[in-house]
């Protein structure tokens, strides 16, 4: 359940009953500062001044409309129309009791699930996976966890880069290899090496550079044994991708590749759909679409070209083709594309000309949740010391090397091996964390101390968190796990109230694909643990049984939010660490 949402309802019901324009909004929001009750309902103003009447004596109207059975225990005008609900410490603990224990925390699916494409990762295959793919591939992930969760039925595209010119000279380096005995997966096993091989070859052999040439008009053509070689390339490619997600817990599979190469076939057909219908037109032998709808200042429209001269597809063709297969046969209601804001124009024209040509109605939602790039501690984009690029593999491995030492020199007495288990949660843990918890559309600033930081707002200090809860399981041993929680402290109640927000959470993070919400929650959810540990004892001598039990009880609560939010992260915890 979310309080926010319900109070929403029972706001607008009463709104409604005192004779409330149905358009104005009730404007339901947690209160802001202590003292204000819990939630706010500050929709009175504004419908008083639509309204033309007195907002206090309007709010005092909606008050005694209001029907909160039991939600709350005390309910107060403030300023000048400000309704401040005080929930109900009875009503809070049985809202939490009725979660506690429950694997989806009370949470029912949705009642209208949606069909949720999400278009995230999408490396070139013809290159290693470095740093610039990881802020798609880890938010993308969240979404699509967090959606499924909700109970949306969620369609992952991993629409790689596996076509262009570059792999006729990739092809032609690999047939070299091959002929030498060499095995594929011997020669490809570090792309990038691979690339500049082929690259140097290309540029310093003309016999070559042609032959690589030739390549590409056979791979266009469908000619066999290239397209077998390029099936090699691309098979060993992904394998290396996969790696990379499965050493960040990251849910993409092979069945989620829907690359560039899938959509060649309905390219030619998508060209010719739009210039008959007068969309597209020829220009100077290329074709193109001027978008109107997109004017710049000076009143020209957006130009797109779908067709080079010469007959070349572009990028932008293939994301078109991609979106006709998505609404057309994927039966999309909502698709979020996660990919770096400097593709925003690219992306606002395909969205603008789908429209335009009828592929996409306007009942399907079009999405591109842009971020920002991770810079460097000297505030460029992040880079190598002597300025390459970073590759995936190695930073992921830096991080669990980091991690892992950090967790022997803590806790020694966990053993080699659960340290081991430890530092891999923790490192990768840190880096997604740090990726997700800054505000989406921001550069962010890449820095190992404070992402594995075991104080503040990180992954540790989460996954912590969770740990020292189990460790207070471990030591109370049996307790009565039916015992009734009861709040009588305001360190029980806030932490209740905390606990029943994570919906809150999971709805503003899944309408607007923003996972620093919910980090921001855990964070705060684990803060005030802390504050309810140092408040409210547990397991000190004295304290009365029931008290105790009805703590504990919310206490594991606490873990299984944190473990649950966590996973929708795609971050994982330990009972021990
Ligand atoms: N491969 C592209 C790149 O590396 C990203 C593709 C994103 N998805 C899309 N539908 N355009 O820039």
Known sequence: MNIRALLTQKAQAAMSAVGIPADCPPAVAPAKKAGFGDYQINGAMGAAKRMGTNPRALAGQIVDALALDGMASQVEIAGPGFINIHLNPEWLAAQTQALAGDSRLGLAPVEAPQTVVVDYSAPNLAKEMHVGHIRSTII??????????????VIRQNHVGDWGTQFGMLIAELEEH???????????KDLEVFYQQAKKHFDDDEAFAQKARDYVVKLQGGDERILTLWEQFKDISLKHGEDNYKTLNVTLTRKDVMGESAYNADLPV???????????????????????????????PSVMIIQKQGGGYLYATTDLAAMRYRVGQLNADRIMYFIDARQSLHMQQVFTLSRKAGYVTDAVSLEHHAFGTMMGADGKPFKTRSGGTVKLAELLDEAIERATQLVADKNPELGDELIREVGRKVGIGAVKYADLSKTRTNDYVFNWDAMLAFEGNTAPYLQYAYTRIKSIFRKAGDFNADAPIVIAEAQEQALALKVLQLPEAFDHMGAEALPHVLCTYLYEL???FMSFYEACPILKDGVDPAVRDSRLRLASTVADTLALGLSVLGIEVSEQM
């Open 270 to 300: 998508l060209v010719k759909d739009l210039l008959d219908r007068g969309i597209a037109q020829q220009d100077q032998g290329a074709v193109v679409c001027f978008l109107d709808e997109m004017k710049d200042k000076e009143g020209n």
């Open 140 to 153: 993308g992930d969240s979404l699509a966890r967090l959606l499924e969760f909700q109970g949306h039925k």
């Open 178 to 188: 091959l002929a030498a005995n060499e095995g594929a997966a011997f020669a490809l």
């Open 526 to 528: 684990a803060s005030q």
